[in-house]
T-cell receptor, first 114, second 114 residues
């Protein structure tokens, strides 16, 4: 099955700085990589995803990059704001295909200090 | 769009009772639903995958007789925790997906067994 490793486990930045979270995966057939944001006691919310036919995708202050050769993908948040503080999870599909079940990373607690 | 409703949001009950949690897709047809368990400060652990009209597929180590899953329609799946004990206390979250679309999560149910 898929194995997803996420780093760092905690990340503390000053408001306005950039934050980068990295995930590695094991199944070279995986072709879909979502990122979720979860605030305390709330549902995980999909913030951005990328498919394996592109190397980068951007949505305002959030971007995701994918390196299929190295089997890693990263979340980039620029101009961080206190409301970005949350737990972020990466995921990759088990069984390779985008419609498979997801294996989640361990999560990164992001704290943005005003 | 893509709203998933989960009820109840919080349950407190005595040891030995059974608890039913509902997961509904409000504006799309959920061909596949997933049930996760999340312990404090940990990642989402998949318990089972259910496709409408089929028996659920359970992850290794998850007791199917303990966690009964029903996905009888394209908008509703239920998880019943039978004879619940304190060690079953956790945050249970469902997610739903239409076809090959991304998963969308419910708000979760915090289950406390006394």
């Amino acid at each position: 099955g898929e194995n997803v490793e996420q780093h760092p486990s905690t990340l503390s930045v000053q408001e306005g700085d950039s934050a980068v979270i990295k995930c590695t995966y094991s199944d070279s057939a995986s072709n879909y990589f979502p990122w979720y944001k979860q605030e305390l006691g709330k549902r995980p919310q999909l913030i951005i995803d990328i498919r394996s036919n592109v190397g980068e995708k951007k949505d305002q202050r959030i971007a995701v990059t994918l390196n299929k050769t190295a089997k890693h993908f990263s979340l980039h948040i620029t101009e961080t704001q206190p409301e970005d503080s949350a737990v972020y999870f990466c995921a990759a599909p088990s069984g390779g295909t985008s419609y498979g079940k997801l294996t989640f990373g361990q999560g990164t607690i992001l704290t943005v200090h005003p | 769009g893509a709203v998933v409703s989960q009820h109840p949001s919080w349950v407190i009950c005595k040891s030995g009772t059974s608890v039913k949690i509902e997961c509904r897709s409000l504006d799309f047809q959920a061909t596949t639903m997933f049930w996760y368990r999340q312990f404090p400060k940990q990642s989402l652990m998949l318990m089972a995958t259910s496709n409408e009209g089929s028996k659920a597929t359970y992850e290794q180590g998850v007791e199917k007789d303990k966690f009964l899953i029903n996905h009888a329609s394209l908008t509703l799946s239920t998880l019943t925790v039978t004879s619940a004990h304190p060690e079953d206390s956790s945050f249970y979250i469902c997610s739903a997906r239409e076809g090959f679309q991304p998963q969308h999560f419910g708000d979760g149910t915090r289950l406390s067994i006394l």
